[in-house]
């Protein structure tokens, strides 16, 4: 506000300065932006450029009145469909977030007081706050009659805060005691909790290593469709008699169909689907754990987490004030019920309260005066036939004596308790401690630790996950909390001596474990830091004071406790609260990621295979040696089908990093040699003037033999259910020659003998090359496992040190 705005607090503003500061649109009035428009996610979903190339193949087989053989457009519709509705439920959890949800405010205008809609409030408005309002909001106080705020959910401070004039209070906190008034100085968009919403609202998608791997070999397989689509068009439209004859004779749709065969097989369409199904698979799965993933690839981020920072109100702690223990110092009676009077006042704040459930009794007599808690003096008393009892911190009863007193006062609350002094003396007139003041009794406080956080960060800590506590709580009382939840943190850190610089700020996240006073923006920056210093970063919370960073993390976890901000931007949500389901998760992500990478290299291998194919025939002016319908039964007997199964099998292997470099060593090698096979295969074929239909029939034999041996390769070691997995399908090829209705359809034909041995000669020596392909493939896998092993040993002992 400019110095013209000030007002004078006593009378508010006038109806003619509301007036005025409205139509300037210096109001409260705030329309939050939307995270995400639909037509953006639809746009992202479905007009792709291999959506593209697939509605396009499709369309064309259509026109051409060959529909037989445009099935593949079903993986392509399931893609795009389970796309958009997974990013429409994310946009719909961010636009539901907001921080301030009072409908109303009181303020002073024209020197009386009024309650109006929160849009309402004008930059200079006197707020009146009493206990139980959320503040509108940002304002400063200029009155304060033991004005007490709620802030946690904001700031990460877990004690009300009490406000004295000058103070600022931020909009979203919650008056708990007392009552004051306040200039309003920060509306609408600039105040803080709306600054806070937008900021979270910012779209962003999961980090997930399979989905950005599968991406990639989209892009590259982009990059050479178009020039081997051309490649393979010339050579079946020469292959047909040429150009002109092929489009004077109708052949040209032959051609069409066997160009749309190859390209479409290019495009790893079921691996895209099979990883969005898997990942829906687990997130059900978790779901009867209680834990609520609002973004599928979330649950394979998890298993990937290597350093998880943990807020300490809601996730190490219950966020509630504990009573824990007496420590007397005289021999004085009457304490206990003195204790028990405070414990049950209609205005006794959460420390107080929690003295109820200890002394249950109380004075007889009522009190003859009382002095009300104030935030300077940090104390109150309370005045009985016996005297006067004053309760508060121990430095501010006794500011100017009782050394030994606070040394054991300050000893207490290095263990991680709060402490205060009740004591006693004889009654005054002027509000202040009588000198004859003698401090009674010790009283410490702690907040409640959750049982299963030991057992949880144990578990961490076995798994080479480095922990960092980030609390806006004083340093030294979050520092002895990590510590009675078996961390190694001899002290806190002060987030308030961060340094500036990006380094400086690494080494600094390095060599400590935990972080008090830290700001909301500070948390965000620790996360960013951390991410830069190449970790995979999880964080967990439940306050608005946690969004930011939880939103800036590779996985963020929130309470169902908590705050409606934090959940809305979290991806993975604890319905229970329990901190103990986290290990679930990351092994439910495990199971993902191994199986995945097991089913990738069947989907590669046919990536792989089917881009060899087009560019060797393509190149050799060989006729393609498939039709789209028989591609497609092929990849369903040994891809599609078995690969839905073994995605979901129960498997603990350890996430470990180059997830796509395994996958394309088995895959590339694999391709080749399937392609060299069935090369051979059609050279021999032509060479022998095999008819083309039997030739066709004989490569679908090859493929689906050599392509049930992968399976069986990548399904070692087989287990009883994989041996009826690929029983089943070899069973299906069976059924596929044997049926009349489905050979006719797929066009197949009874090989003659000098057809079926080659193709058994073929088939044989394909797959002897395949098995010298895993063994090199294990080989490659066994390397990296000891290298993941050695950097997880690496962890544990930078945690442990």
């Not at 399979?210 to 178009?226: E, H, K, N, Q, T």
Request: charge should be neutral.
């Amino acid at each position: 506000m400019s110095p013209a705005d000030t007002v004078a607090p006593a009378a508010g503003l006038t109806a003619a300065e509301v007036a005025s500061r409205t139509a300037e649109g210096r109001t409260n009035a705030f329309v939050p932006d939307s995270s995400r428009s639909i037509w953006s996610i639809v746009r992202a979903n479905v007009l792709t450029l291999f959506n593209g190339i697939v509605v396009a193949c499709f369309l064309v087989l259509l026109v051409i009145g060959r529909w037989q053989d445009a099935l593949f457009g079903v993986s392509a519709l399931a893609n795009a469909v389970i796309g958009t509705v997974q990013e429409y439920r994310a946009k719909r959890a961010l636009d539901r977030l907001a921080l301030v949800n009072a409908p109303h405010a009181r303020v002073l205008r024209d020197g009386q007081e009024q309650e109006i809609v929160i849009g309402t409030v004008v930059e200079g408005d006197v707020a009146v706050l009493r206990a139980g309002d959320q503040i509108a909001a940002d304002g400063e106080v200029f009155s304060s009659l033991g004005l007490q705020v709620d802030e946690s959910m904001l700031t990460g401070e877990s004690e009300p805060v009490e406000k004295s004039p000058g103070d600022d209070v931020l909009s979203g906190s919650i008056v708990v005691g007392g009552e004051g008034r306040a200039v309003v100085v920060r509306v609408g968009a600039a105040s803080f909790a709306n600054a806070l919403a937008q900021e979270a609202k910012r779209f962003s998608l999961v980090a997930s290593e399979l989905r950005s791997s599968i991406d990639r070999v989209l892009r590259w397989v982009a990059w050479i469709i178009g020039p081997i689509f051309l490649l393979v068009l010339n050579a079946q439209m020469v292959a047909q008699g040429g150009w002109g004859p092929a489009i004077e004779s109708g052949t040209w749709r032959d051609a069409a169909v066997a160009t749309i065969a190859s390209v479409v097989a290019m495009i790893p369409l079921g691996l895209v689907l099979m990883t969005s199904i898997t990942f829906a698979v687990g997130a059900v799965k978790l779901s009867r754990q209680q834990v609520l993933v609002q973004e599928l690839p979330a649950v394979e981020g998890l298993a990937r987490v290597d350093l998880i920072c943990l807020d300490k109100t809601g996730t190490l702690t219950q966020g509630d004030i504990v009573f824990d223990g007496a420590h007397p110092l005289v021999t004085r009676s009457g304490w206990e019920q003195v204790l028990g009077w405070y414990g049950v006042q209609n205005d006794a704040n959460a420390t107080a309260r929690s003295l109820a459930g200890s002394f249950a009794t109380q004075p007889s007599e009522a009190p003859s005066g009382r002095v009300a808690f104030s935030s300077d003096r940090k104390w109150s008393a309370v005045v009985f036939d016996d005297g006067m009892w004053i309760l508060g911190a121990p430095e501010m009863v006794f500011p100017h004596g009782g050394t030994a007193l606070l040394s054991r006062a300050s000893a207490l609350a290095a263990s991680g308790r709060r402490t205060l002094v009740l004591a006693h003396g004889s009654p005054t007139d002027d509000e202040t401690v009588p000198p004859d003041a003698e401090a009674v009794v010790l009283l410490t406080f702690r907040e409640n630790i959750r049982a299963d956080a030991r057992e949880t960060l144990d578990y961490f800590a076995e798994q080479g996950v480095s922990v960092r506590v980030i609390s806006g709580d004083n340093p030294q009382t979050v520092a002895a909390i990590a510590r009675d939840v078996g961390l190694d943190a001899p002290t806190g850190f002060d987030a308030r001596n961060l340094p500036d610089d990006q380094g400086d700020l690494i080494r600094v996240l390095d060599e400590n474990v935990v972080f008090g006073r830290v700001t909301p923006e500070q948390k965000k920056r620790i996360v960013i830091a951390l991410k830069t210093a190449g970790h995979v970063v999880a964080m967990t919370g439940d306050g608005v004071n946690d969004a930011l960073a939880i939103k800036e993390a590779d996985i963020g976890v929130a309470m169902n406790s908590g705050a409606a901000a934090t959940k809305a931007v979290a991806r993975l949500v604890l319905l229970d609260g329990k901190f103990s389901h986290l290990p679930r998760v990351v092994a439910e992500g495990r199971q993902v990621i191994a199986n995945i990478e097991r089913v990738s290299m069947l989907f590669l291998t046919k990536t792989a295979y089917a881009t060899f194919l087009a560019v060797v025939f393509g190149a050799l002016m060989l006729p393609f040696p498939f039709l789209p319908r028989q591609l497609s039964v092929i990849d369903g007997l040994t891809i599609g089908v078995p690969a839905f199964f073994l995605a979901l099998l129960p498997n603990k292997q350890r996430y470990v990093p180059g997830f796509l470099r395994r996958s394309l060593t088995f895959a590339v090698p694999a391709g080749a040699v399937v392609t060299l096979g069935l090369a051979l295969y059609a050279l021999a074929g032509s060479a022998w003037t095999i008819p083309e239909a039997e030739i066709r029939t004989g490569a679908t034999l090859i493929l689906t033999i050599v392509g049930l041996w992968i399976l069986v390769v990548l399904s070692r070691p087989v287990t009883r259910f994989k041996s009826f997995v690929i029983g089943a399908m070899m069973i299906g090829l069976v059924l596929v020659f044997s049926i009349p209705l489905v050979r006719d359809f797929l066009q197949l034909v009874d090989p003659t003998l000098p057809t079926a041995l080659l193709v058994l000669v073929v088939s044989a020596g394909s797959i002897g090359l395949i098995e010298i392909v895993r063994f090199v493939h294990r080989r490659v896998a066994a390397r990296d496992s000891v290298r993941a092993t050695a950097a997880r040993a690496a962890a544990v002992d930078r945690t442990e040190g």
